[in-house]
Nanobody, 120 residues
Framework: QVHVRESGGGLVQAGGSLRLSCVAS?????MGWFRQASGKEREFLAGISASGGQTSYADSVKGRFTISRDNAKNSVSLQMDSAQPDDTAVYSC????????????????WGQGIQVTVSS
């Protein structure tokens, strides 16, 4: 059983920064961050390869969000800068055996998600 757990969510003011973390048990996977705002579909934000050598970003967050990983700690982080009210959503981390891209059906294990709220 693989467990994926996010942490670091909460409230941040517009223009501020927040760092989300995710830990996945077991082997080292490709990892991705997603979010789902109220009334909207879940969207891909960023992905990182198992080695950390490749990353992928959605155009909507490129230049503001940065994904990184520390395999010694089996953790992946998402640094959110210049936060905007539209970033308010439930953020989820997921592990994949095959991809770091946006193909949600290729992610095998998902965390429960954490709330991020950006106040204006």
């Amino acid at each position: 059983q693989v467990h994926v757990r996010e942490s670091g969510g909460g409230l941040v003011q517009a223009g501020g920064s927040l760092r989300l973390s995710c830990v996945a048990s077991g082997r080292t996977y490709h990892m991705g961050w997603f979010r789902q705002a109220s009334g909207k579909e879940r969207e891909f934000l960023a992905g990182i390869s198992a080695s950390g050598g490749q990353t992928s970003y959605a155009d909507s967050v490129k230049g503001r969000f940065t994904i990184s990983r520390d395999n010694a700690k089996n953790s992946v982080s998402l640094q959110m800068d210049s936060a905007q009210p539209d970033d308010t959503a439930v953020y989820s981390c997921a592990a994949s055996k095959v991809t770091l891209k946006s193909y949600q059906h290729l992610y095998d294990y998902w965390g429960q998600g954490i709330q991020v709220t950006v106040s204006s």
